[in-house]
T-cell receptor, first 115, second 113 residues
Framework: DTAVSQTPKYLVTQMGNDKSIKCEQN?????MYWYKQDSKKFLKIMFS???????INETVPNRFSPKSPDKAHLNLHINSLELGDSAVYFC??????????????FGPGTRLLVL | AQSVTQLDSQVPVFEEAPVELRCNYS??????LFWYVQYPNQGLQLLLK??????LVKGINGFEAEFNKSQTSFHLRKPSVHISDTAEYFC???????????FGKGTRLSVIA
């Protein structure tokens, strides 16, 4: 059973398009995250949601909009895709998100290529 | 704000040799420290973490790390590496539940047969 799953695994699209990435966790965790990993492998938090409420929103362009229909799902919608959006996007979850010592559990990643 | 520096972007090492991956952090308050591993084309998984207490932390796959407060370091070690240890290793720090987990830029460990 996959704990944190993401779809699609690969996404190739043209500049200007709108796309969504879906994430689901079956761990019963309250907090979910989106991270972006650039071509140099640098990993940076984008958003975190606790029980459908936005907790962390790092300086991300407003073309990126997270949506959490319930605490097991956190989707990422990207409008007007740009070349610089090409990256690997990781979803993660943690039990409460409130305790700094908690382990975060990562999905397998979605590799986005914008042409 | 906290930050993490991984001093080596790439570390090649022969199979069965020991390895140390270096990590230094910067924070004005107490920290929680983590090492995550990313195998090729996969997500990250936790190797080990330092919360408090003993400064030597043992993790999975024979890895261990030592917390050194005076040197603000959390170096990762393994006495004998295997080919399967080839991966990207990330050091990370967090100070509170209201702040994000901050990652270093990663160290690529390449184990050579």
């Amino acid at each position: 059973d996959t704990a944190v799953s993401q779809t699609p695994k690969y996404l190739v699209t043209q500049m200007g398009n709108d796309k969504s990435i879906k994430c689901e966790q079956n761990l019963g965790h309250d907090t979910m995250y989106w991270y972006k990993q650039d071509s140099k492998k640098f990993l940076k938090i984008m958003f975190s949601y606790n029980n459908k409420e936005l907790i962390i929103n790092e300086t991300v362009p407003n073309r990126f909009s997270p949506k959490s229909p319930d605490k097991a799902h956190l989707n990422l919608h990207i409008n007007s895709l740009e070349l610089g959006d090409s990256a690997v996007y990781f979803c993660a979850s943690s039990p409460s998100g409130r305790a700094p010592q908690e382990t975060q559990y990562f999905g397998p990643g979605t590799r986005l290529l914008v042409l | 704000a906290q930050s993490v520096t991984q001093l080596d972007s790439q570390v090649p090492v022969f199979e069965e040799a020991p390895v140390e991956l270096r990590c230094n952090y910067s924070s004005s308050v107490s920290v929680y420290l983590f090492w995550y591993v990313q195998y090729p084309n996969q997500g990250l998984q936790l190797l080990l973490k330092y919360l408090s207490g003993s400064t030597l932390v043992k993790g999975i796959n024979g890895f261990e790390a030592e917390f050194n407060k005076s040197q603000t370091s959390f170096h990762l070690r393994k006495p004998s590496v295997h080919i399967s240890d080839t991966a990207e290793y990330f050091c990370a720090v967090r100070v509170s539940g209201n702040t994000p987990l901050v990652f270093g830029k990663g160290t690529r460990l390449s184990v050579i047969a």
